[in-house]
């Protein structure tokens, strides 16, 4: 399109002018722009910019709650970027993607399996996420809330699976007679090592906005070795009663506090 256009305008001699002076303005334009970002974007009244700059002290605030402990930053992959390179802690930081997100560079790394068992602070921005032992530090560009875990145990890569046109649903129980999942990883992962992330398997309907919460099944304390597939027969999810009508469901496993892993199966089913 660029070449068309420049093709065109070269054809176009009324056009030459309005250009080049077009093209010198905005040269300025973004000459004075550039000046003042590096200047630090002083009394920046735009959310944006102020998005893009003072980092280095956010960063050391979140820094001086991790006292030298790996991070964890839930839903985020840009905010634990910046944390890897402000604080210099490329190798400890780690950002925890859900099913309801995208796969980040955080997927690739070894972070997670470094982290394992150590002591982290992990690090949110949504006040809904963490209901017990979370403090909340008000930043100047983001509110954080923040949690300590010890002996951090996380499972981000397992992998779900389950056939939906296997599922029943008769007075509002929905029953899945079985679902798979398959440890990926070259460690072994144990679903409830830590008594403070209990494992569930969760299911959602779409919301208006976002995914809501509607049943929930709690699991054993499963030791699923690398590349071993194990198998869930038979379970059941209770439907609130005022669920109706079609619904896009998300079947997903849980992680304590954590919203569900990568890995997930969505259906649509017509709820009586």
Same mark, same amino acid.
């Given at each position: 399109?660029?070449?068309?256009?420049?093709?065109?305008?070269?054809?176009?001699?009324?056009?030459?002018?309005?250009?080049?002076?077009?093209?010198?303005?905005?040269?300025?334009?973004?000459?004075?722009?550039?000046?003042?970002?590096?200047?630090?974007?002083?009394?920046?009244?735009?959310?944006?910019?102020?998005?893009?700059?003072?980092?280095?002290?956010?960063?050391?605030?979140?820094?001086?709650?991790?006292?030298?402990?790996?991070?964890?930053?839930?839903?985020?992959?840009?905010?634990?970027?910046?944390?890897?390179?402000?604080?210099?802690?490329?190798?400890?930081?780690?950002?925890?993607?859900?099913?309801?997100?995208?796969?980040?560079?955080?997927?690739?790394?070894?972070?997670?399996?470094?982290?394992?068992?150590?002591d982290v602070l992990f690090v949110s921005m949504d006040s809904s996420?963490?209901?017990?032992?979370?403090?909340?530090?008000?930043?100047?560009?983001?509110?954080?809330?923040?949690?300590?875990?010890?002996?951090?145990?996380?499972?981000?890569?397992?992998?779900?699976?389950?056939?939906?046109?296997?599922?029943?649903?008769?007075?509002?129980?929905?029953?899945?007679?079985? *679902?798979?999942?398959?440890? !990926?990883? %070259?460690?072994?992962? &144990?679903?409830?090592?830590?008594?403070? $992330? +209990?494992?569930?398997?969760?299911?959602?309907?779409?919301?208006?906005?976002?995914?809501?919460?509607?049943?929930?099944?709690?699991?054993?304390?499963?030791?699923?070795?690398?590349?071993?597939?194990?198998?869930?027969?038979? *379970?059941?999810?209770?439907? !609130?009663? %005022?669920?109706?009508? &079609?619904?896009?469901?998300?079947?997903? $496993? +849980?992680?304590?506090?954590?919203?569900?892993?990568?890995?997930?199966?969505?259906?649509?089913?017509?709820?009586?």
């Open positions: 399109m660029f070449i068309l256009a420049f093709a065109f305008i070269g054809q176009n001699e009324k056009f030459k002018k309005l250009v080049k002076k077009l093209g010198i303005i905005g040269f300025f334009v973004f000459l004075v722009v550039r000046v003042y970002l590096m200047a630090g974007a002083p009394g920046a009244p735009i959310k944006a910019i102020n998005e893009m700059i003072g980092w280095e002290d956010e960063i050391a605030l979140l820094q001086k709650e991790a006292n030298g402990r790996p991070v964890v930053f839930h839903e985020t992959y840009q905010k634990a970027s910046f944390y890897a390179f402000h604080a210099n802690q490329p190798y400890t930081t780690y950002a925890m993607l859900s099913g309801f997100y995208k796969y980040s560079q955080f997927d690739l790394y070894p972070t997670e399996n470094k982290i394992q068992g150590q996420l963490m209901k017990n032992n979370v403090r909340h530090i008000k930043g100047d560009i983001k509110n954080w809330y923040l949690r300590d875990i010890p002996n951090f145990n996380s499972y981000n890569m397992l992998e779900i699976d389950t056939d939906p046109g296997t599922f029943v649903l008769e007075n509002r129980t929905l029953e899945v007679p079985e *679902i798979t999942i398959r440890n !990926p990883y %070259s460690r072994i992962v &144990e679903l409830e090592k830590n008594p403070q $992330l +209990q494992a569930h398997l969760r299911l959602y309907v779409r919301g208006e906005r976002k995914w809501e919460q509607v049943s929930e099944v709690d699991m054993e304390n499963l030791k699923i070795a690398p590349g071993e597939t194990i198998s869930l027969k038979n *379970i059941r999810f209770h439907l !609130p009663d %005022s669920l109706s009508g &079609e619904q896009l469901f998300f079947l997903g $496993l +849980q992680n304590g506090p954590f919203r569900p892993v990568h890995s997930h199966v969505e259906f649509f089913r017509t709820v009586d």
